[in-house]
């Protein structure tokens, strides 16, 4: 084993020595055997060969000589012996391969689709972009869907990812759609596999391509049939309640929305209990786009406690991970984008902001405006759970109508039920994130807080339960 060590080791140093000399000594593609033994026989490179140890030194060059990486892997790749079609087709094929090779290992590292797509977006080009879906595209065709996870799946749809043709003549195409020519095709791909290979490994939120059955949430593998029909009338309220200009219209539809939810929510939590089931949590990742992602990473961070889940943000990718049981999930999900959408209508209704002198303000006036919504917002959510965990344990309806003149029995399995999904939920965050930090966030725009506490109380209810009622 030694020597087979020491053997591996001298192998290695002759190929790096041999890429190390000055350029002209040696023809491209070949392995000179610089360093070799007596009797070293020299062999050609295969196509493969050269384009993965031309990816292996862009991903692995350090930031200050990344650029210098990236030029020489580009004349490599585009000179001899490449120029010629059919070597120029066997760089396109192997390009694809390793793409694929390293988008699948993005899959095990726990990323998905929106998220290698969202990081790329915010990194690279629109270029770049449309080259990480067609990865996607091409490493999909691998498996069959009954192996992939429906919120997979809806992912690489969104995408549009389709991409279907020849390997050999992918780079041809991706030039002409782009307007590039070889060496500006080539620099874009190895500028993505230099982003894509050095991303970190992340909390897996779901069941990668080809594991579908290994599932993190919580409720089973098909929905109960009411599920689909709470939810869509759920995102018909909401939708109502975005679209109208009137705020009592607003409160009305919304008050609707969160009373279904907070009865979808409790009716499982008491169905697990009844089938005995564990009860663990899943998690989802909701992204949080620029401007003003930290006012917007702390809305959703408002809504999530009230729905017995956390939200962890990462702002280095764009998202934010929201861990919880599926129903809460979906609740979360549903009305921190609709709160989203209406806080920014009435930030934009609000208009722009000039100081005393006539400079504007307007970004420090919005970005007050967002952190005064959250934090208004998480206020109103916590005295509306509060409210309705008690009518829950006291056995009044959700909707505080009368109930033959008397409240229902008490289930008392309700506290002790809600409270283990809320212990289970703070255990899986600490076990996804054992190093979390706290930042604090505030506005200084007096005015833009006035105007976000206003919108704030004019974008939730009145006097009613809130989403879900907290253990």
Known sequence: MGKRNQERRRAKKRERDARQRPAGTRPAGWDSGFGAEPGWVPRRLSPGEIVESVVVRVVDAPDRIAADALAAGVAELTGPPFQRPDGWGAVSAELLGLTERIVRDCWQGGWQPADLARVVGRDLTAGHLRLAVDAIAAEGRRHAAATVDPRWAAQVHELGAGWCGDPRGYLDAVGERDGLDRAGTARCVLELLRLLARLPELPPVGPAPGQRGHRTADRPAEPAPTEPRILARVRALLAQ???????????????????????????????????????????????????????????????????????????????????????????????????????????????????????????????????????????????????????????????GSATDGADAPADPRLLPVLAARADAVAAATERMFPDLTLHTLAGNDREGWAHGTAAADRAILRDQPSVTPAG
């Open 241 to 399: 309640a975005e679209s109208t200009n009137y705020p009592e219209e607003a409160d009305a539809f919304t008050a609707k929305a969160q009373q279904l939810m907070a009865r979808h929510s409790i009716s499982a939590a008491l169905l697990d209990a009844d089938a005995h089931r564990g009860g663990e949590p899943g998690a989802r990742r909701i992204g949080i786009d620029n401007p003003y992602e930290a006012p917007k990473a702390l809305l959703l961070d408002a809504v999530t406690p009230a729905n017995r889940c956390r939200s962890v943000w990462s702002k280095a990718f764009g998202f934010s991970t929201v861990v919880g049981h599926e129903p809460d999930l979906d609740s979360v999900e549903m009305l921190y984008t609709s709160l989203l959408v209406q806080a920014t209508a009435a930030m934009n209704r609000a208009g722009a902001r000039r100081d005393g002198q006539g400079r504007s303000r307007t970004r420090t006036f919005r970005q007050s405006f967002l952190v005064a919504y959250a934090s208004r917002i998480g206020e109103r959510l916590t005295e509306a759970t509060d409210s309705a965990v008690r009518d829950a344990a006291a056995g009044r309806p959700a909707d």
